[in-house]
T-cell receptor, first 114, second 114 residues
C-alpha cells in the first residue's frame, strides 16, 4: 500500500529565509507525487506535480520540489519565504496500481515571521 | 468558471440525524471524490467515482453513501450522524485519462455533530 509521511506538522520560518518541507513516500514503484497548498478556510490548490518527467519540478509561487528515487523523497522548497506563504501544505501520492487514488500526508503548517 | 461548488459551508447536526452534502462541478470531469480532513491526519478518501453510474469506496467509507447519476453532481450522504463524523469535508474533481491529473477542490463543508 502507498503511504506518505510529512516530517514536522508545524514549521516556522522568517520572511526571506529558505522554506523546506519534507515528504517521504512508501511505494514499490515510483508513484505520481503532488504538493498541494491550503490557505485558511479554503480548499486545496495544486502547487506542483511529478509524473515521471523531469526530477526537478517547478510550481507556482516560486516553489519547487525534487524527486529522489533513492531516498523515496519529494521535498518542497522555496528560496525566500513571503508572508503570503503562510498556509498548510500537503504532500500526496498516487499509484496506477492503486487506481490512481490520491493518498495525502498529514500536512505541514507553515508560519512566516516578519 | 465556478469549478467545484460545495453546499452547505457549515452544518451542525444532532447525533442520529441524516443529511446530504452537495457537490457540483462544471468542468466536465469524469473523476470525483470526497475526503474528510481531520487535524494531523491530512485528507482521507471516503468515496470516489470514475464516471456517472460508477462509485467505489475509499479509505474511510463507513457511515457514508454516495451516488453519481450525472457527470456534474456527486452528493455525499450521512446516514445517521455520529460525533466521530465531525470534520471538514472536501469534494474534488479531476480529468480521468487513465492517470490522475490536477484535482480541483471545493471550499469545504465544516460539519459538527453534537
Amino acid at each position: 500500500a502507498q503511504s506518505v509521511t510529512q516530517l514536522g506538522s508545524h514549521v516556522s520560518v522568517s520572511e526571506g529565509a529558505l522554506v523546506l518541507l519534507r515528504c517521504n513516500y512508501s511505494s514499490s514503484v515510483p508513484p505520481y507525487l503532488f504538493w498541494y497548498v491550503q490557505y485558511p478556510n479554503q480548499g486545496l490548490q495544486l502547487l506542483l506535480k511529478y509524473t515521471s518527467a523531469a526530477t526537478l519540478v517547478k510550481g507556482i509561487n516560486g516553489f519547487e520540489a525534487e524527486f529522489k528515487k533513492s531516498e523515496t523523497s519529494f521535498h518542497l522548497t522555496k528560496p525566500s519565504a513571503h508572508m503570503s506563504d503562510a498556509a498548510e501544505y500537503f504532500c500526496a501520492v498516487s499509484l496506477k496500481a492503486a487506481g490512481n487514488k490520491l493518498t495525502f500526508g498529514g500536512g505541514t503548517r507553515v508560519l512566516v515571521k516578519p | 468558471n465556478a469549478g467545484v461548488t460545495q453546499t452547505p459551508k457549515f452544518q451542525v447536526l444532532k447525533t442520529g440525524q441524516s443529511m446530504t452534502l452537495q457537490c457540483a462541478q462544471d468542468m466536465n470531469h469524469e473523476y470525483m471524490s470526497w475526503y474528510r480532513q481531520d487535524p494531523g491526519m491530512g485528507l482521507r478518501l471516503i468515496h470516489y467515482s470514475v464516471g456517472a453510474g460508477i462509485t467505489d469506496q475509499g479509505e474511510v467509507p463507513n457511515g457514508y453513501n454516495v451516488s453519481r447519476s450525472t457527470t456534474e453532481d456527486f452528493p455525499l450522504r450521512l446516514l445517521s450522524a455520529a460525533p466521530s463524523q465531525t470534520s471538514v469535508y472536501f469534494c474534488a474533481s479531476s480529468e480521468w485519462q487513465g492517470a490522475l491529473t490536477e484535482a480541483f477542490f471545493g471550499q469545504g463543508t465544516r460539519l459538527t455533530v453534537v
